[in-house]
């Protein structure tokens, strides 16, 4: 009872505004992380333990060597490694963007198609979710054998890429798009044929502001889907520009320096959190909705 | 009911049986209204009373019979907007403001932005919401959701409102008030309301005529006139004359509304 008093009476100035506790927040987790990062390199080293995997400065490379390998070159003669790094990843997220919109916009044109005919949905829900079950590493090289030679001078290369990307993110798009237009209150529906409103309408009026929490928690796993497509797409197409061909450049020199295969993975993180945050800032600024159902 | 005026709302043998399970909710109702009723639908569940309102505004098509509303076919009167209807719940869209939940019906029919602004604007003074403009429904408690709702039924002035237990979820001090200003807003604009209600006290209160419905098949048991003078208030639920035709009415759902289930015999 006192101590809730007191908490209460705290003066006002000694509160931090909310941006800058959440961030603190964040950076003491990321902190927390690094630490236990080093707690079980150290536990395994000093006692030898080698379950599940031994541990050294291959396989676990201290925080502070992969940190340093962001500020030295890979290689003589070139760059710091964070500015090669950073064009990489420049070049992935123009893939990863790319696909992302092509993506997300079949997947919500199926959405809205599909929930205007049953019959297409039983015909073709199966074989959308079929698409999925295939592992992309199968389909990246065919999609880049017949799309790259359609596609116009500066699409070459990466817009296969952005294809590929585009298959991992319409497919979240166009289930939840369904749902969220399907979610549509009867009553509400009911209202709208009171006003013999037009399909269109009732799609645009109704369903489409009804869809939109369901469409953008797909959009959210779409963008980070869109980043791993965008890398994995690059491995078949050869594309040394990217974070995939990185990935696949410094997998070969890992029991060499292995702090560079692991800043690669940094920037690739980093770049689908950056994607998933681009798309919660635009669900803030779309999505009206009663507090407590935001999430 | 005035021979004068041709009605607004013209009932005709309407029939209404639904293939699951083979039951007739309508079984040949005969009802027509005078333009400028206030008339309830009263009864227990299943009597058919919001069966026959959906089928009225064209959205439950009868099995049998004809409906005119406004002299046309029900089609066309929902398709030429010629009533506004209510529901139990206020079902606003969260993703609208206050005045632009009003507006819809009026975006749908093509007015424009300055025209509806002003509407809008006059709706809100109507209902008492002047300062809510811009709030979201959330924001609004249960009684002032109901009455952007009635706001946005009566938006485009249609010659008809239908009502569908649009009190039903509110506390009863809400219910009340907002009793005394549908009555208000009715006597402002002079339409026609076919209102629908569990409430006896209620349908004696607003309406110019009771409409006692009994269920299985639902039929109308009986009509009762509501001979109170209007403008009504307060003083009018405490008016002998409101208890006799309470009583009347509870009469006639206790003998003509045969097979009641338990809870709603001692509801009555």
Known sequence: MTNAAAAATVPHRLRLPGSVRRAAAVLAVVAVLLGLWELYRWVWTT??????FLVNDVSMPHVWTIVKAFGEPA??????????????????AKEAAAGFGIGAVIGFALGVILVHSRLLQRGFLPYIVGSQTIPILAIAPMVVVWVNPRLPGPLQGWGAVAVIAAYLTFFPVAINTLRGLQSADPRALELMRTYAASRWAVLWKLRVPTSLPYVFSALRLAATASV???????LPSGLQDGLGGAIINFNQYYSLEPQELWATNVIAAALGIAFFLVVVAAERIV???APETLT | M?????PVVRIDGVTKTFPQGNVTALQEIDLALAPGEFVSLIGPSGCGKSTLLRVIGDLIEPTAGTVTVNGKPARQARSDGDYGIVFQDAVLFDWRTVAKNIGLPLEMLGWDRAKRRARVEEMLELVELGGFADHHPWQL??????????ARALAFEPALLLMDEPFGALDEMTRERLNLELLSIWQQLGSTVVFVTHSISEAVFLSSRVVVMSPRPGRIAGTVPIDLPYPRAVETREAPRFFELVTEVRELLRTRGEHLLPEEEAAL
């Open chain 1, 228 to 234: 791993v497509g965008a890398i994995i797409g690059e």
């Open chain 2, 141 to 150: 408690s249960g009684g002032m959701q109901q009455r952007v709702s009635i």
């Open chain 1, 47 to 52: 006692t030898g333990w080698t379950w599940p």
């Open chain 2, 2 to 6: 005035s021979d004068a005026a041709p």
């Open chain 1, 75 to 92: 290689q003589v003669n070139q760059p710091s490694l964070i500015s090669i790094l950073l064009h990489k990843a420049l070049f992935t």
């Open chain 1, 287 to 289: 999505v009206r909705r």
